[in-house]
């Protein structure tokens, strides 16, 4: 099963923010503690150094007109990623922000793929 933490609700541009993302929004607007923005710099730099970015390898794979909804899913054997995910986690409900686990087995159409995950469209907006 391929797996993804995102907002439960949309966002005004009708997508979904994954934990990054939605961590990353509250470090934007200044509400993070000072522990918890060293944690989001910290691991955000590991998973920098340790994960790819789809869009460093094709810069069209978020293009919303290309490829709307474009989201990425872990795959099962990236638990080396995943165990880092409960920090971002406790980050966001401290601060009252819901994030939600998905799994899939067929979460869409693969965009992008690598050894730890795959973007897809969802099915829907195919």
């Known amino acids: 099963?391929?797996?993804?933490?995102?907002?439960?609700?949309?966002?005004?541009?009708?997508?979904?923010?994954?934990?990054?993302?939605?961590?990353?929004?509250?470090?934007?607007?200044?509400?993070?503690?000072?522990?918890?923005?060293?944690?989001?710099?910290?691991?955000?730099?590991?998973?920098?150094?340790?994960?790819?970015?789809?869009?460093?390898?094709?810069?069209?794979?978020?293009?919303?007109?290309?490829?709307?909804?474009a989201a990425a899913w872990f795959k099962p054997s990236a638990r080396h990623l995943m165990e880092r995910v409960p920090g971002y986690l406790a980050i966001l409900a401290a601060h009252g922000v819901e994030c939600v686990r998905l799994e899939a087995a067929d979460p869409g159409k693969v965009i992008y793929e690598d050894d730890d995950q795959i973007v897809v469209v969802p099915r829907s907006t195919e």
């Open 1 to 69: 099963m391929y797996v993804r933490f995102q907002s439960p609700t949309p966002n005004a541009r009708g997508t979904y923010p994954g934990v990054f993302g939605l961590v990353n929004a509250l470090a934007a607007q200044g509400l993070l503690s000072p522990g918890e923005e060293a944690f989001r710099r910290g691991n955000n730099d590991w998973y920098e150094a340790n994960f790819t970015d789809p869009a460093s390898v094709d810069p069209t794979v978020y293009d919303r007109a290309l490829n709307p909804g």
